[in-house]
């Protein structure tokens, strides 16, 4: 392979100033909610007493999730060794610690307490998965920064393959805790189940992957540097396995849950009943997999980058109503405090409950994808993390149409 | 009193050394628990632990006194929200689908033995006392909601805005997590739950005392007729059992 030429992008144009006006402006309705929900207290949002964590939570855990996810590239360059990939690592890793970044503030800002953060990093109960997830996620931006300089730094460069390998081990606990966030839940129904933390691992895999594909091709259009169809043909087989690898665990999931008796009601809730959330289940597997997949593996396709950018779009579009479904249709079904009874109360018990988002939710988790945008704005402009070009001969020489 | 020795010599100590005192001004939600873990004339251990027993063949269907009682001690006033009021004991009605029989009975916090919501609690803010009583410290409570994400029970209201007018006794803060108390101020004065003694005017449904005291009044009522524990599948061990259910 040839030397692969980096360098940061000007930055200068009116379109750059114009993104980071756009991004910084997402950011301050982001502030502005998170001030005016803790200024007056939850109530103003659509959570309740039933719903505990909504729409802020959807796109926290969406961003996490992704944030190991857009870690793919990198991780498939330091650890399996595959050369193509390497150019495009830097992008990988920046992008990771970005995504982790913005869902991390969303979390936070969302906290009932946020001005007490430091208790929360310096206090553990480590019998608490959400502990560990607190060492996890920064632990996560430490190494996969440390995993940055060594690909940056050729004084550093000979650890790099360690430095990848830890991330790489790392990536997969942080996916794995945050899976296990609802897998551990043993009281609801819609939860407790150990294929949580593999199912939000391959999530992962296809978020982040999405993510970092429209990331590229804003880059290098933005600059109109150029991207060869080979790197972009391989990553679009790679997030075709990856979209077909989640409707897998879906499947599994729910056929598992629909042979038990017992969980009938939340299945039938979730896939025939349950009205909002049935709708958005079902939408995410045709909108975040069938199509996507039609777009990725089309043979019309096979070169057109349009349809990858528009699967990539939609395999984000299917993440967030999945975590939607997972997250808050799993409050919506109720608690069976008395199995086979049918259960009333002051207190919403034994309803199905209701949640309607409220906009400063909704800016608020967009906000986390405007920090992360605006990271990655940031960071391409400073350092050299992009190649100069990507075309085949640079990138992969060997590459047969 | 000892609560306020124990106050002074604290703040003696944080006036010594400048080095000592870091530590203490690193931990302070670790210090307020060790005090308010203790009663004032007599440490909390776990040779007792604190329990109630509910007779559903008692509780009336039209009774609510055990909650209007617990709202008024803790000074649980609401907005008139529903949906986001705090309520740390409700009457839950419950039909038999297959014979139409109905019943209804108070559910507050269980008071387990392994409780899933300390368990979640990244802080330690959800704690069990030596004796069985189930707490959140306020001090030390971010907000996350993962411990209501977590009881079986719907045992917890998330403190959705402002409060005016609270309870010494009952110090309760926006943003933070909570839930019956089992009246731990009065326990430790040697008093019963504000539901319990509210439900012992009239129709005598709720008991509470001593489950490792096999004299104790609850302890003989539970070996004699037995106790239903809510979700016994789930083997967290309540310190709440129900009779009639």
């Keep these: 392979m040839k030397l692969i030429r980096f360098a940061s992008i000007d930055g200068n144009s009116n379109g750059y100033w114009a993104l980071m006006a756009l991004f910084a402006a997402f950011i301050m309705a982001a502030l502005g909610s998170s001030y005016f929900m803790e200024h007056n207290g939850h109530w103003v949002t659509g959570m309740n007493n039933q719903i505990v964590w909504g729409l802020p939570h959807v796109f926290a855990v969406f961003l996490i999730v992704a944030a190991s996810g857009a870690l793919n590239v990198a991780s498939i360059a330091s650890v399996f060794n595959k050369k193509a990939y390497k150019p495009l690592a830097r992008l990988s890793a920046l992008l990771a610690i970005a995504l982790l970044m913005g869902g991390l503030v969303v979390l936070v800002l969302d906290l009932g307490r946020p001005d007490r953060l430091i208790i929360a990093a310096t206090i553990y109960n480590f019998k608490s998965i959400f502990a560990w997830n607190m060492i996890l996620y920064s632990g996560f931006i430490g190494i996969v920064g440390v995993y940055l300089w060594t690909m940056m730094d050729q004084t550093v460069a000979k650890y790099n393959r360690v430095a990848g390998i830890s991330a790489f081990i790392w990536r997969l606990m942080l996916t794995t805790g945050t899976g296990s966030i609802f897998g551990f839940l043993v009281a609801r129904q819609g939860y407790d189940a ?111 980058r349009k349809s990858l950018a528009l699967a990539s779009v939609l395999v984000i579009l299917g993440g967030l109503l999945q975590m939607y479904v997972i997250i808050i249709g799993g409050q919506a079904y109720p608690l069976q405090l008395f199995p086979g009874m049918e259960v009333s109360s002051s207190f919403f018990d034994g309803v199905v409950n209701s949640y309607t988002p409220s906009l400063a939710e909704l800016m608020l988790g967009l906000g986390g994808v405007a920090i992360t945008l605006i990271v990655v704005t940031l960071a391409v402009k400073a350092l050299d993390l992009l190649p100069v070009s990507m075309a085949d001969a640079v990138a992969d020489p060997h590459h047969k149409d | 009193m ?244």
Excluded at chain 1, 276 to 293: C, D, K, R, S
Excluded at chain 2, 127 to 135: S, Y
């Design chain 1, 194 to 304: 150990a294929i949580m933390a593999p199912m939000f691992v391959i999530m992962s895999f296809a978020f982040g992957l999405a993510f970092f594909l429209l990331v590229l091709f804003a880059a290098y259009n933005g600059t109109k540097r150029e991207l060869g169809d080979a790197i972009v043909l391989r990553l679009r087989k790679l997030l075709g396995v990856f979209v077909a690898a989640i409707l897998y665990f879906v499947a599994v999931f729910h056929l598992t849950n629909l042979y038990a008796t017992e969980h009938h009601g939340v299945e039938a809730f979730i896939l025939r009943d349950g009205g909002i959330f049935t709708q958005l289940f079902w939408a995410q597997v045709v909108i975040g997999g069938l199509i996507p997949l039609a777009l990725i593996f089309a043979p019309q396709l096979k070169n057109c």
């Design chain 2, 2 to 245: 000892k609560t306020e020795n124990i106050t002074d010599t604290s703040k003696r100590k944080f006036l010594g050394g400048a080095a000592l005192t870091a530590g203490i001004v690193i931990a302070p939600g670790v210090l307020l628990q060790t005090v308010q873990a203790k009663p004032d004339d007599q440490p909390v251990t776990n040779k007792v632990r604190w329990g109630m027993l509910i007779d559903t063949n008692k509780c009336a269907d039209d009774c609510t006194d055990c909650v209007t009682a617990c709202n008024t001690e803790n000074g649980l006033t609401g907005f008139e929200r529903p949906e986001t009021d705090s309520q740390w004991i409700r009457k839950v009605t419950l039909k038999d689908k297959q014979t139409g029989h109905v019943k209804t009975l108070p559910v507050m916090c269980q008071h387990c033995e392994t409780a899933p919501c300390a368990d979640v609690c990244p802080t330690g803010a959800s704690f069990k006392r030596e004796d069985g009583i189930v707490l959140v410290d306020k001090h030390i409570c971010i907000g996350c909601r993962y411990c209501m994400m977590a009881c079986p029970y719907k045992a917890r209201s998330f403190v959705h805005e402002d409060l005016t007018d609270q309870k010494d006794h009952a110090p309760r803060g926006k943003g933070t997590v909570e839930s019956c108390t089992m009246c731990v101020h009065k326990v430790d004065k040697g008093e019963s739950p504000a539901c319990v003694t509210a439900c012992n005017k009239e129709h005598k449904a709720m008991y509470f005392g001593d489950l490792n005291d096999a004299n104790s009044d609850i302890s003989k009522r539970l070996k004699q007729y037995g106790g239903k524990q809510i979700r016994a599948d789930l083997g967290l061990n309540p310190g709440v059992r129900y009779q009639g259910v």
